[in-house]
């Protein structure tokens, strides 16, 4: 730790100490789309993406281009009053790419509510996260079929969660037998802000004393809402696990390589019994929290400038090109297979049905629950009463 | 805050943002980052701090940023914060306040259009209260402020953006400065038929309701906007059962064991001779808040509070 002189809440040099702590930061792949040789703590991580060909970096490049895209139709779909709320992963395509694509079918995602790169490479259809943020349904998809949770809106209660179902996992004899196919990981996404929360120090807690299957996957992308992250922290977020027993290791998240071979290393030592990890994926969020959002009022424009030049696309398309593994053929044929899905995505959107109004009375239970199933045949009644005489409307 | 340098406000974004709802916009920049101070992402925390600070002599007035997010407070609240003052004899008296946007029809996603008074209103040693107006926000949370008792102070959110006069400036320095007592309820109409007991998001939906029946003379409403939800003012509500002898109690959080159940319950009890029908409730299902698209369905509106007008008249 160093100085302990706190100053009155919100003291300026809070920011400056964090960042110091940047250095540490696994990269594999520099803003300007350039591979170094691994030196030092890369190094380390080197050999989970030994295997990764060109056409795998081909994979993730159109990956990411389609989430952004379609991130950024969601966007404007949510302008044209099509969506009730959208949150824009823009700036955190490597991450949730880099971490999703380092996932087994076999392993299981708890996200929050940002994680649309990560849905994405688990197979959910872009529509069902559409629909939850048009507000024609609570979920959407089938959490067993994908591996991948319901979105959670409540900070932090996932990462509970994900370190019970890692728990699980344990129960069942799927870690440490060594088969690839068996052995699963759990992988918690959670905020910057997040951390903050009891339930993740409970889950930090709980994950290390039984030494769950389970990786918490922190995008730290230096806002919660309005609040940088030094309102959060005084310690750089990935040291935050160690005093639970648990190691942490910072990425660069806008570096989908590195993330994918953090992830990796961090998914495997969960799948052969390791225990759980901490990985901080350093990042940014480059649009507003959400579309009820202005970002304005609290942060500088430059800063966003600052981050553009890290850009998490730009960088793979650089190195694509210049190492001769992608051709301009290649990008257009991406960018326009984005433009074909998004442009899918928003007549299914715009046709999306509004839920019957009697199915919020559906699966509330499992079993009839008399109360409940009143209040329903009343609802219904009043309905149909209201149907027949609609001539005397009284507003 | 002028008033008071004990003041404190406390939450998630109410610094430079405002709060989402801009709540706090500007106090920031008047009052300081020392006393209008953005938490970490908490509530636990923020109300268990709250409580310290209130042990200190601070009168803490915290923000949770949705209804939907009080429950990592609970703890704090219920097992703590309201059991303070009783457990040490009086000699802790804990005046934090807990200011909550609540209630739907904001066409929101999860978490952030539930009404969640029951719960606050179950537990012995919190005052709840909810306004209804612009004019009431301004008085009753500067009662909130200076009651020495914990109060939950639920903001109609859906009301945020009904405009209304308010003495800008006015400051409550004696109990009497404000127009009502704080915990009275208020007849915002009144009426000989029935009476119709609501608070917070539904009294304008209640009084509209009013006009309608009023408009085609099907009867003669009196809306009483309880304002406070613990204590009730059960004076004020027997008055009117007496005198209209039907009542309909009308709120958005479910039916089941919602305020409307107490509120029958004491009308029974207080006014079984002067009733000519049951008391009826107009509620929430017992099930989840529905996904916005059908969230009129869940929520009373116009046409189920007359329903159940008809439905007393008829007895
Ligand atoms: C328990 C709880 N409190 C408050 C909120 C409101 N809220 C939604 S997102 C958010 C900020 C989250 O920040 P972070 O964890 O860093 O994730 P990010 O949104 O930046 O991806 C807040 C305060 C919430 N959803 N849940």
């Given at each position: ?134 507000g024609a349904s609570l979920g959407g998809w089938d959490p067993a079929e994908h591996g991948f949770a319901l979105y959670t809106i409540v900070i932090g209660s996932q990462t509970l969660h994900a370190t019970g179902y890692a728990m699980g996992v344990q129960r069942d004899h799927a870690v440490g037998t060594g088969e690839p196919d068996r052995d699963a990981a759990v992988i918690a996404y959670l905020g910057d802000g997040a951390t903050s929360q009891g339930d993740v120090s409970e889950a930090l807690v709980f994950s290390a004393v039984y030494n769950a299957p389970v990786v918490f996957f922190c995008q730290n992308n230096q806002w919660a809402i309005s609040e940088p992250n030094t309102r959060q ?163 | ?271 079984f001779y002067h009733l000519e029908a049951p008391v009826l409730r107009v509620g929430g299902f017992s099930a989840p808040y529905p996904a916005a698209k059908i969230e009129d369905e869940y929520l009373p509106d116009l046409d189920r509070v007359l329903d159940a007008v008809d439905r007393v008249l008829a007895h």
């Amino acid at each position: 730790m160093p100085d302990t002189d706190v100053g009155p809440a919100g003291s300026p040099d809070r920011a400056a100490h964090v960042d110091r702590e940047a250095d540490t930061m696994i990269q594999m792949l520099t803003p300007e789309g350039e591979r170094p040789e691994p030196t030092g703590a890369a190094l380390e991580y080197a050999a989970y993406v030994e295997d990764v060909t060109d056409d795998d970096l081909r994979g993730m490049y159109r990956d990411m281009v389609i989430v952004r895209r379609f991130d950024a139709e969601a966007t404007a779909l949510q302008r044209q009053g099509e969506l009730g709320l959208w949150a824009s992963l823009l700036g955190q395509e490597a991450a949730q790419v880099g971490s999703g694509r380092a996932l087994r079918p076999q392993d299981f995602a708890y996200p929050t509510y940002r994680e649309h790169g990560v849905a994405w490479c688990r197979g959910v259809p872009p529509t069902a996260l559409l629909g939850l943020y048009r507000g024609a349904s609570l979920g959407g998809w089938d959490p067993a079929e994908h591996g991948f949770a319901l979105y959670t809106i409540v900070i932090g209660s996932q990462t509970l969660h994900a370190t019970g179902y890692a728990m699980g996992v344990q129960r069942d004899h799927a870690v440490g037998t060594g088969e690839p196919d068996r052995d699963a990981a759990v992988i918690a996404y959670l905020g910057d802000g997040a951390t903050s929360q009891g339930d993740v120090s409970e889950a930090l807690v709980f994950s290390a004393v039984y030494n769950a299957p389970v990786v918490f996957f922190c995008q730290n992308n230096q806002w919660a809402i309005s609040e940088p992250n030094t309102r959060q922290t005084r310690v750089p977020l990935f040291k935050r696990s160690s005093g639970f027993g648990i190691p942490g290791v910072r990425v660069d998240g806008n570096d989908v390589l590195a993330t994918l071979a953090v992830t990796r290393a961090a998914t495997e030592r969960a799948r052969s019994g390791g225990g759980p990890t901490f990985v901080e994926a350093y990042t940014y969020r480059m649009g507003a929290h959400t579309t009820s959002d202005d970002p304005s009022r609290y942060r500088i424009a430059a800063e966003v400038e600052e981050w553009k030049l890290k850009d998490p696309i730009a960088r793979v398309k650089a190195y694509l090109a210049r190492s001769g593994a992608a051709d301009e053929d290649f990008f257009a044929e991406v960018e326009a297979e984005a433009k074909q899905i998004a442009t899918e995505l928003r007549v299914t959107c715009r046709a999306l049905p509004d839920p019957p109004p009697e199915s919020m009375f559906d699966d509330v239970y499992a079993e009839p629950h008399a109360v409940l199933d009143a209040e329903r045949e009343e609802y219904l009644a009043y309905r149909a009463g209201f149907a027949d005489d609609t001539e005397e409307v009284r507003t | 805050m002028d008033h008071d340098p004990k003041v404190v406000l406390m939450g998630e974004d109410i610094g430079a943002l405002g709060g989402v709802f801009r709540v706090t916009d500007g106090l920031q920049k008047d009052f300081g980052e020392d006393r209008v101070i953005d938490t970490p992402l908490a509530e636990s925390g923020i109300v268990g701090t709250a409580i310290g600070l209130a042990m200190r002599g601070y009168r803490p007035v915290v923000e949770i940023q949705f209804d939907g997010f009080v429950f990592p407070a609970f703890d704090q609240i219920v097992t703590q914060l309201a059991k303070m003052g009783n457990r040490s004899a009086g000699r802790v008296r804990l005046p934090v306040v807990i200011r909550i946007p609540f209630g739907g029809g904001i066409g929101a996603v999860e978490h952030h259009s539930e009404s969640p008074e029951s719960y606050f209103v179950h537990t012995g040693g919190l005052r709840v209260v909810t306004p209804s107006t612009p004019e009431d926000a301004f008085w009753m949370v500067q009662q909130a402020v200076a009651c020495p008792d914990p109060v939950v102070f639920l903001e109609p959110k859906r009301r945020y953006w009904d405009k209304g006069e308010v003495p800008e400036g006015a400051v409550l320095r004696s109990p009497g400065d404000a127009p009502r007592p704080f915990g009275a309820a208020h007849v915002a109409r009144p009426g000989a038929d029935v009476t119709m007991l609501c608070y917070g998001p539904m009294v304008r939906t209640c009084l509209a309701a009013a006009e309608a029946a009023a408009a085609d003379g099907t009867a003669d409403i009196e809306v009483v906007d309880l304002r406070s939800l613990s204590p009730l003012d059960l004076p004020t509500v027997m008055a009117s059962v007496r005198r209209t002898g039907r009542a309909v109690v009308v709120h958005e959080a479910p039916t089941t064991l919602g305020l409307g159940a107490e509120l029958a319950a004491r009308v029974q009890e207080g006014c079984f001779y002067h009733l000519e029908a049951p008391v009826l409730r107009v509620g929430g299902f017992s099930a989840p808040y529905p996904a916005a698209k059908i969230e009129d369905e869940y929520l009373p509106d116009l046409d189920r509070v007359l329903d159940a007008v008809d439905r007393v008249l008829a007895h």
